[in-house]
């Protein structure tokens, strides 16, 4: 498709229809924006972002990919923003885009958390069981403070698998150049080889390497496989550094203190980013608890995930970062990690959510662990003295520790809450009730709460952390 590319000189800015092609379904040609050109070999490579679609899938191509028949040039006049407002200026620090999201979620969260809270009785009628909350002190509309995302309808009660089209990332385009391409190539991790997704701030002189070797122990970075095994030959760590707070079977969890374990949290931050787009903190990581998540055999600990949380949160936010590493994807302990942080807030003695913005993946994540979580215990309640059972918001809330509005946008998520006669009744479905049994059938891996050994700690009385 490419044959006037030799008189045409395409250049980073431009936009045209790209090949994707695609494992699962037939190749496509989605319009795709030039990020970078470089030449290998005599050979000209384009780095292109696909339009509406994850910047996971960025890539490199060759100009038999490109349709030069729909070449469409940047604007001459067109400046690309800055965080900072200012043209060709790098973005402003991320502590401060964490900050502004902070006041957005803020007032995000003021609508719904207006109001009384629902009580809940249930009841069970023909093949549906009905939950109807009795009026509350005044009327509210149904729609109690949920995303338009929250009223997708869900035909099992159970989110559907991860979308690889559409991105659920928040407009990027203004930020560097430089840090919307992906810089390395593959990562060896123990006997994984992972194929980074996004940026990741290692030191320069390492992203031109084919490999770049990690310390699976340590994850200390190295550029060759022989300062590795030089290196695993020094190293005496088989796990992470910090407490083992939990353990059943060969699943354990270790708690790290980010000031006291910096080069640790550094370098779990560094590796998090290459799959993290939105948000990972890799320079400051004092005001942070890194909790990792391994799976244990002969050879020691092996990292699976991990999620950060604030030692002092204002916002109730119960984790920070969130990620399970690709090569144990799919397989449960996603979920694991997420229900790990809701048993950590049960100890605290407190409600928690996860910071916004989540990524595509760890919505998805959440969507799921809530749905199954609220249904659990919907569908545990009994009738008492042949009268419909009562549970409010609140104690669902206090139950699970899944903040209010987490609730509340998932029961609409689920589009179980309907208005009828002044009551707001909750309706499980046939489709939900069966959709729910399947899938915790299928969820083997859970949390059990006798084996978490943990104190929380009152980081207000311990000065600066």
Same mark, same amino acid.
């Given at each position: 498709?490419?044959?006037?590319?030799?008189?045409?000189?395409?250049?980073?800015?431009?936009?045209?229809?790209?090949?994707?092609?695609?494992?699962?379904?037939?190749?496509?040609?989605?319009?795709?924006?030039?990020?970078?050109?470089?030449?290998?070999?005599?050979?000209?490579?384009?780095?292109?972002?696909?339009?509406?679609?994850?910047?996971?899938?960025?890539?490199?191509?060759?100009?038999?990919?490109?349709?030069?028949?729909?070449?469409?040039?940047?604007?001459?006049?067109?400046?690309?923003?800055?965080?900072?407002?200012?043209?060709?200026?790098?973005?402003?620090?991320?502590?401060?885009?964490?900050?502004?999201?902070?006041?957005?979620?803020?007032?995000?969260?003021?609508?719904?958390?207006?109001?009384?809270?629902?009580?809940?009785?249930?009841?069970?009628?023909?093949?549906?069981?009905?939950?109807?909350?009795?009026?509350?002190?005044?009327?509210?509309?149904?729609?109690?403070?949920?995303?338009?995302?929250?009223s997708q309808d869900s035909s099992d009660g159970i989110p559907s698998?991860?979308?690889?089209?559409?991105?659920?990332?928040?407009?990027?385009?203004?930020?560097?150049?430089?840090?919307?391409?992906?810089?390395?190539?593959?990562?060896?991790?123990?006997?994984?080889?992972?194929?980074?997704?996004?940026?990741?701030?290692?030191?320069?002189?390492?992203?031109?390497?084919?490999?770049?070797?990690?310390?699976?122990?340590?994850?200390?970075?190295?550029?060759?496989?022989?300062?590795?095994?030089?290196?695993?030959?020094?190293?005496?760590?088989?796990?992470?550094?910090?407490?083992?707070?939990?353990?059943?079977?060969?699943?354990?969890?270790?708690?790290?203190?980010?000031?006291?374990?910096?080069?640790?949290?550094?370098?779990?931050?560094?590796?998090?980013?290459?799959?993290?787009?939105?948000?990972?903190?890799?320079?400051?990581?004092?005001?942070?608890?890194?909790?990792?998540?391994?799976?244990?055999?002969?050879?020691?600990?092996?990292?699976?995930?991990?999620?950060?949380?604030?030692? @002092?949160? %204002?916002?109730?936010?119960?984790?920070?970062? #969130?990620? =399970? *590493?690709?090569?144990?994807?799919?397989?449960? $302990?996603? &979920?694991?990690?997420?229900?790990?942080?809701?048993?950590?807030?049960?100890?605290?003695?407190?409600?928690?959510?996860?910071?916004?913005?989540?990524?595509?993946?760890?919505?998805?994540?959440?969507?799921?662990?809530?749905?199954?979580?609220?249904?659990?215990?919907?569908?545990?309640?009994?009738?008492d003295n042949g009268e419909r059972p009562q549970i409010t918001i609140?104690?669902?809330? @206090?139950? %699970?520790?899944?903040?209010?509005?987490?609730? #509340?946008? =998932? *029961?609409?998520?689920?589009?179980?809450?309907? $208005?009828? &006669?002044?009551?707001?009744?909750?309706?499980?479905?046939?489709?939900?009730?069966?959709?729910?049994?399947?899938?915790?059938?299928?969820?083997?891996?859970?949390?059990?709460?006798?084996?978490?050994?943990?104190?929380?700690?009152?980081?207000?009385?311990?000065?600066?952390?």
């Open positions: 498709m490419a044959d006037n590319s030799s008189s045409v000189e395409i250049v980073e800015g431009c936009r045209l229809p790209v090949l994707r092609k695609n494992q699962e379904h037939e190749d496509e040609w989605p319009l795709a924006e030039i990020l970078s050109v470089k030449e290998v070999s005599g050979r000209k490579l384009y780095y292109v972002h696909y339009i509406d679609f994850n910047k996971r899938l960025d890539e490199w191509v060759t100009t038999e990919r490109l349709d030069m028949k729909k070449l469409q040039f940047p604007k001459k006049d067109a400046k690309t923003p800055t965080k900072n407002g200012l043209s060709g200026s790098r973005p402003s620090s991320p502590e401060g885009g964490r900050e502004r999201e902070r006041e957005r979620e803020r007032e995000r969260e003021r609508t719904p958390s207006r109001g009384k809270t629902l009580p809940t009785p249930v009841q069970q009628n023909g093949n549906a069981r009905r939950l109807i909350p009795a009026p509350p002190g005044r009327k509210r509309k149904a729609n109690c403070g949920g995303t338009d995302e929250d698998a991860p979308r690889m089209t559409g991105s659920l990332v928040s407009d990027r385009s203004h930020d560097d150049i430089v840090t919307r391409m992906k810089n390395i190539e593959c990562i060896e991790l123990g006997r994984h080889r992972l194929k980074p997704w996004y940026f990741s701030p290692y030191p320069q002189e390492l992203t031109s390497l084919p490999i770049l070797y990690l310390c699976e122990f340590c994850l200390k970075y190295l550029k060759s496989l022989k300062c590795l095994q030089r290196h695993l030959t020094k190293c005496n760590l088989r796990h992470p550094p910090g407490n083992e707070i939990y353990r059943k079977g060969t699943i354990s969890f270790f708690e790290i203190d980010g000031r006291k374990n910096k080069n640790y949290s550094q370098n779990l931050c560094l590796l998090a980013k290459c799959f993290l787009d939105h948000k990972t903190l890799y320079y400051d990581t004092d005001p942070f608890l890194f909790y990792v998540m391994t799976e244990y055999d002969s050879k020691g600990f092996h990292i699976v995930g991990y999620f950060s949380k604030e030692k @002092e949160s %204002t916002e109730d936010y119960n984790v920070a970062c #969130i990620l =399970t *590493l690709p090569p144990y994807q799919r397989r449960g $302990y996603g &979920k694991l990690l997420i229900e790990f942080s809701y048993e950590l807030s049960k100890v605290e003695g407190k409600t928690g959510t996860p910071e916004k913005p989540l990524s595509d993946l760890g919505l998805l994540s959440y969507r799921s662990y809530w749905s199954q979580t609220i249904l659990e215990i919907l569908m545990d309640l009994k009738p609140n104690e669902i809330s @206090e139950i %699970t520790s899944v903040k209010k509005e987490d609730v #509340i946008s =998932t *029961l609409q998520y689920l589009n179980l809450i309907n $208005y009828y &006669k002044g009551q707001y009744i909750l309706t499980l479905s046939e489709d939900i009730v069966e959709g729910h049994e399947r899938a915790m059938q299928k969820r083997h891996l859970r949390i059990d709460p006798k084996c978490l050994h943990f104190t929380p700690k009152d980081w207000s009385k311990r000065g600066k952390w």
